[in-house]
């Protein structure tokens, strides 16, 4: 509930700044989510519905109203495991319908926070609270893509951001290896260069997809080049570790996304020989 309560003061307090003749309802107790993900999921979920749910219909990031398992349902083709999946939007009483039917014999089942926590960091995936909070800024936390600074219509926190352009952030968000066999960083340890404390970790976690340790932190820029040795203190211990590149495994969309042009370039190069195109996820 951090996160609606904090939206919700932050409204309120530009509703009054602004004395706009507006209505604000907090609805976050009215809706709840469930999130479906894995490799058959689109298979899962086709069983629960009557819509075409086929990426071309309905691709990545797109939002569907759908009656999931007689649900009315607003659908986000998103997951925050970085596989393909989908947030399933109801009341939360049209939620224990839909989980009864997911749970039904041979189609899904339940896996925990620590498994989702595990998958989203390998991917590269920031989380509000850890990753992203108030005291950062989308350019430190390597999200500075999804900013347009070059919009018509001025925004808050344009001006601010223009400067830490200009500036540059010194600091940057950055995925370590951690070499580690018994515990794992889970946010706030210290991070250490030579015998300076220099950042602190955000998250981490034991990602079986690499069988390794990894956590996220937050650097000097001057320690971001991939190869940077550095210390993370846990549990009393300072333990190596190195900066990565950045997130070691790709998310679907862009392993799928990859191998659709791959295959698309074999066939135009060998137009004598028949390529399938893999269907887009």
Request: hydrophobic share 35%; with cysteine; net charge negative.
């Amino acid at each position: 509930m951090f996160g609606a309560d904090w939206h919700r003061r932050w409204i309120e307090e530009e509703q009054w700044r602004g004395n706009y003749n507006v209505e604000v309802l907090n609805v976050t107790d009215d809706w709840g989510c469930l999130g479906l993900a894995g490799p058959l999921s689109r298979q899962i979920l086709s069983s629960l519905v009557n819509d075409d749910i086929s990426c071309q219909v309905f691709p990545h990031l797109h939002c569907r109203r759908m009656n999931v398992a007689g649900v009315p349902t607003r659908a986000i083709r998103t997951s925050y495991t970085g596989e393909l999946g989908w947030e399933l939007y109801a009341p939360p009483d049209g939620l224990v319908r839909i989980y009864d039917a997911l749970m039904a014999p041979g189609l899904a089942g339940d896996f925990g926070t620590y498994a989702l926590n595990a998958l989203r960091i390998e991917k590269g995936y920031r989380s509000w609270g850890s990753e992203m909070s108030v005291d950062t800024d989308p350019y430190e936390a390597g999200l500075g893509e999804l900013v347009r600074l070059d919009k018509a219509t001025e925004f808050v926190g344009q001006t601010a951001l223009r400067r830490i352009v200009a500036d540059g952030p010194r600091r940057r968000l950055v995925v370590l290896s951690v070499d580690v066999d018994d515990v794992d960083a889970v946010g706030y340890e210290s991070v250490w260069y030579g015998e300076r404390v220099v950042g602190h970790t955000t998250s981490g976690a034991y990602c079986p997809s690499v069988k390794r340790s990894l956590a996220f932190a937050y650097v000097p820029t001057e320690l971001t080049s991939p190869g940077t040795e550095v210390h993370v203190e846990l549990m009393g211990e300072r333990r190596s570790a190195v900066v990565e590149k950045g997130a070691p495994v790709r998310t679907d969309v862009d392993r799928t996304k990859e191998l659709n042009d791959r295959v698309a370039a074999d066939t135009l190069r060998y137009d004598t020989i028949y390529y399938t195109k893999l269907p887009p996820i």
